[in-house]
């Protein structure tokens, strides 16, 4: 990945050099005694160990009980626990208002999600229910390292860059139609201090190359979807660090790719028809032969897949509007997500039966893994039911159904954002020196990757959250959601 861009950057080395969870206060040391750590690395569990916190920092690992601890460090029973670093969600959306900042967030962190990777991150203003400005974002990242807002750390993407067709009359630096305007956006959003340029799937083929091209020349990510005007080829050759939801990927593994690409196009412009048809010629002309070049296009340029298995469930349609979970949503975001659903289901069919879709998706993700592609977790967290936090959970059982080992799932949730990231020398495993963002389990995941819901603590950024300190954040979730007026569902 390219570095990050400086206005992040800057804001990220104060979360490092952020010491006490208490704005103005030491925290005493925590430790973590007897625990079994996973090492995310290499698949070993290193047995019977202490784990000291001092401020954010993992400070020393050593056998349990080995030396006597200081009086004011807080001792957590780590017995026939598991200990791994915390988990991120390299795609979801958070929305600018209060009900993300006080209900959203803290959701990520009561399911052990302790970075963000936000994929409709900056707008103009007034944004809707999933953007947010970017300097929003940074003011969270600055209340959540004083301990003035719970929630998990974050890195955010620019305005989505052709979500919809763009007219090259127009003259809005939001929505750039021409080369020259792409250009111009991409400095303006390195200067507000995005860390990614993500581009969806109407991007016309000249932008985008100039999208790239200036993204290069900033020193800032691109990102999202392949545009239906260019391969995912292409997309890899130009720099694109990774690519969302497999887009891209199935059109190029079949006979009449462009074709087929042309169809899903018109399709996202109204013919419902044609992109069914389309898809399901897709699915049936697949050619493992095909992607093999590909993969290999994709290892060699470090193009990373966040395959999001989880919002091709579309069976969910019948089970989210009555999922108890919704009592963390509020209405004006469940709203939204009938909107969503609406719009997503006529490219399925109202009644979508989405398996061969999926079981598809997950053959090429587990071959992406057996060709050495880089994966990530990911969930399109606040899209029409996936609820945040609890997502992250699924996806990693999705992936795990798809053929990879638990340990290999929880890699792309933990090491491989690391990596991605450029910051493995800062987290991504439980090591001495590294920030402590820590997940505690009662069951071990590489046994049963499902393990990963069974939270015993959480530490973000050297804050404990117990296993009784996130039951009272979740129920003072709902409690918001319910006294704030969010929770009564408007008429539909």
Not at 370 to 398: C, F, K, M, R
Request: glycine share 8%.
């Amino acid at each position: 990945m390219k570095p990050i861009s400086l206005p992040f950057l800057t804001i990220f080395t104060y979360v490092l050099l952020s010491s006490s969870p208490a704005l103005g206060q030491q925290a005493p040391a925590i430790a973590i005694e007897n625990v079994s750590i996973i090492d995310i690395a290499t698949g070993s569990i290193g047995e019977h160990r202490r784990v000291l916190i001092e401020g954010n920092r993992i400070t020393a690992i050593s056998s349990a009980g080995s030396e006597p601890l200081l009086e004011a460090t807080q001792v957590l029973d780590g017995s026939g626990k598991f200990l791994i670093p915390g988990m991120w969600d390299m795609h979801a959306h958070i929305g600018s208002d209060e009900m993300s900042r006080k209900s959203i967030l803290p959701m990520f962190i009561a399911h052990g999600v302790t970075g963000l990777r936000i994929l409709q991150g900056d707008c103009p203003e007034p944004c809707d229910a999933v953007d947010a400005p970017i300097a929003q974002i940074r003011q969270w990242q600055k209340d959540i390292e004083s301990s003035r807002q719970i929630g998990p750390r974050m890195f955010s993407s620019s305005y989505i860059v052709g979500s919809s067709p763009a007219d090259p009359r127009e003259t809005d630096p939001w929505r750039p139609s021409t080369p020259d305007q792409a250009q111009a956006f991409v400095q303006m959003e390195a200067a507000r201090g995005v860390n990614f340029i993500k581009v969806h799937n109407l991007v016309a083929r000249d932008v985008y190359f100039a999208l790239a091209a200036e993204a290069q020349k900033q020193q800032i990510g691109l990102v999202g979807h392949v545009p239906g005007a260019i391969t995912a080829t292409e997309a890899s050759n130009a720099g694109q660090e990774s690519i969302e939801h497999l887009f891209g990927v199935i059109e190029e593994c079949t006979g009449g790719g462009k074709q087929i690409r042309d169809d899903l196009r018109v399709k996202l412009q109204g013919d419902v028809d044609l992109a069914n048809a389309a898809l399901q010629e897709m699915i049936r002309r697949y050619d493992a032969r095909r992607c093999k070049g590909l993969f290999a296009t994709f290892e060699a340029n470090e193009t990373w897949h966040v395959p999001t298995l989880i919002i091709y469930n579309h069976e969910r349609v019948h089970t989210w509007p009555l999922d108890p979970k919704n009592q963390y949503v509020s209405a004006k975001l469940r709203d939204q997500w009938l909107q969503w659903q609406d719009w997503e289901l006529a490219f399925f069919g109202k009644d979508p039966d989405s398996s061969k879709l999926r079981n598809l998706l997950g053959r090429i993700v587990f071959e992406m893994e057996q060709a050495g592609v880089g994966l990530l977790a990911g969930t399109d967290a606040n899209w029409w039911g996936i609820y945040p936090g609890y997502s992250l959970h699924e996806e990693l059982e999705q992936l795990v159904g798809a053929g990879l080992t638990p340990f290999q799932a929880l890699r792309t949730a933990t090491l491989n954002p690391a990596i991605y990231l450029n910051l493995q020398n800062e987290m991504g495993t439980v090591e001495v020196g590294k920030i402590a963002d820590l997940v505690l389990l009662e069951g071990n995941p590489l046994d049963e990757i499902r393990n990963t819901r069974r939270i015993h603590a959480v530490v973000a950024n050297g804050r404990l959250f117990t296993k009784a300190d996130i039951e009272v954040l979740s129920s003072d979730v709902v409690n918001y959601v319910r006294d704030s007026g969010f929770s009564e569902a408007s008429a539909h």
